[in-house]
């Protein structure tokens, strides 16, 4: 009824920002007595008029009805402090190419609201159903992770995880193509003609450097979004060679700090200290960022390396999870996004001199 009680938007600064009308009830609502429910059933679906219009409001079908609760602020009458802007989903939408409503419109190829994407079609029973049987999933799949586990809904986080991991993120590995010119005794093979892409690969003992390209391909908003301030996102960077040794491993976490008018980090999600950030990282809609990996590669490396990448989540960061939860904590699993993989060649470097030069000579009299 959060949702359904609502009348109408007030503003598109959030917090609650809107006018709530209960819906008028049917007879026996609200009684425990079987037969009585079964006449309450009864007359909703005789009258389903009634149900539809005080629970099917047009501004539901509206995103701008999001921005009620998915905008926040906070004012001086909060934090003794400012008016302070915090999240915003709604506004990043806007400016996505989901919305129509932005630049980048052609990139979409129809409008998807908020509902669209977190409310798609599934089919029902309900009295409200449309012409072919669907009504909006009430399951309302997003990115919290946590809640289903900590209510013991297992179906919910399983259908959290689906919802996140098909192509909304895409990470991708640039392959480190050199610059560098090699020459070689060795014929070319003709078959070789035929392939475009530049030759990859690291010499023994040289620093070698990965970069990363990671698309917000598929969410209509920012990522990551909601209370990032409490939330983790990052990439996991793994360098191995052919025996599974580790070279290299790498799993920074870029999300948001928010700090109180001494600098503090606020960490407790206590948002009524928040007067700003000293940090902030996310994709928007459409976009993407580059990130890059620098690392030596030993001399006693066995080729090729294996370089794997993967964008992982958590919704809720393990020190705010333990502070909040106390004796209820529970481990907040990770959920891997998007991942990539490449294998690079290694190689010995011989430098070019002037023994080279008469092994050249010599190689030309074999001939």
């Known amino acids: 009824m959060s949702c359904h009680g609502i009348k109408s938007i007030v503003h598109l600064k959030g917090v609650a920002s809107y006018q709530f009308q209960p819906k008028q009830d049917y007879l026996f609502a609200y009684s425990n007595n079987p037969i009585l429910t079964e006449i309450h059933v009864l007359l909703v679906r005789v009258r389903p008029n009634q149900h539809i219009e005080g629970l099917g409001k047009p501004i539901l079908k509206d995103p701008r009805i999001c921005a009620s609760c998915h905008a926040q602020f906070m004012d001086k009458d909060m934090n003794n402090w400012g008016w302070v802007k915090m999240q915003d989903e709604y506004s990043a939408w806007l400016k996505s190419p989901f919305s129509l409503l932005s630049q980048e419109h052609f990139a979409s190829?129809?409008?998807?609201?908020?509902?669209?994407?977190?409310?798609?079609?599934?089919?029902?029973?309900?009295?409200?159903?449309?012409?072919?049987?669907?009504?909006?999933?009430?399951?309302s799949p997003s990115a919290n992770t946590f809640l289903p586990l900590l209510s013991n809904d297992i179906e919910q986080f399983e259908a959290t995880k689906i919802f996140l991991q098909p192509n909304k993120l895409r990470i991708n590995i640039d392959t480190p193509n050199r610059e560098d010119a090699v020459q070689t005794l060795v014929t070319?093979?003709?078959?070789?003609?035929?392939?475009?892409?530049?030759?990859?690969?690291?010499?023994?003992?040289?620093?070698?450097?990965?970069?990363?390209?990671?698309?917000?391909?598929?969410?209509?908003?920012?990522?990551?979004?909601?209370?990032?301030?409490?939330?983790?996102?990052?990439?996991?960077?793994?360098?191995?060679?052919?025996?599974?040794?580790?070279?290299?491993?790498?799993?920074?976490?870029?999300?948001?700090?928010?700090?109180?008018?001494?600098?503090?980090?606020?960490?407790?999600?206590?948002?009524?200290?928040?007067?700003?950030?000293?940090?902030?990282?996310?994709?928007?809609?459409?976009?993407?960022?580059?990130?890059?990996f620098?690392?030596?590669?030993?001399?006693w490396v066995k080729s090729p390396l294996t370089i794997t990448s993967t964008l992982k989540y958590q919704k809720l960061n393990t020190r705010y999870a333990k502070w909040a939860l106390k004796d209820k904590y529970i481990n907040i699993p990770i959920i891997d996004l998007a991942w990539d993989s490449l294998l690079v060649p290694i190689k010995i470097k011989r430098e070019v001199g002037k023994d080279n030069h008469a092994n050249n000579d010599l190689y030309k009299n074999i001939r």
């Open 109 to 139: 190829k129809e409008l998807q609201r908020c509902q669209d994407c977190h409310m798609p079609l599934a089919k029902s029973n309900d009295p409200s159903s449309d012409n072919n049987g669907d009504i909006r999933s009430h399951n």
């Open 188 to 292: 070319l093979e003709e078959s070789l003609r035929s392939f475009q892409e530049t030759p990859y690969y690291f010499y023994l003992n040289e620093k070698a450097t990965i970069i990363l390209v990671v698309s917000n391909t598929g969410v209509g908003h920012d990522f990551p979004g909601g209370t990032i301030d409490i939330g983790e996102a990052w990439i996991e960077f793994l360098v191995l060679d052919a025996e599974g040794k580790q070279i290299y491993a790498s799993g920074l976490v870029d999300n948001e700090q928010i700090v109180d008018r001494q600098g503090n980090h606020v960490w407790k999600h206590d948002l009524f200290n928040m007067t700003g950030e000293s940090f902030r990282r996310v994709i928007k809609a459409g976009e993407s960022d580059i990130v890059s």
């Open 294 to 299: 620098s690392f030596s590669v030993p001399s």
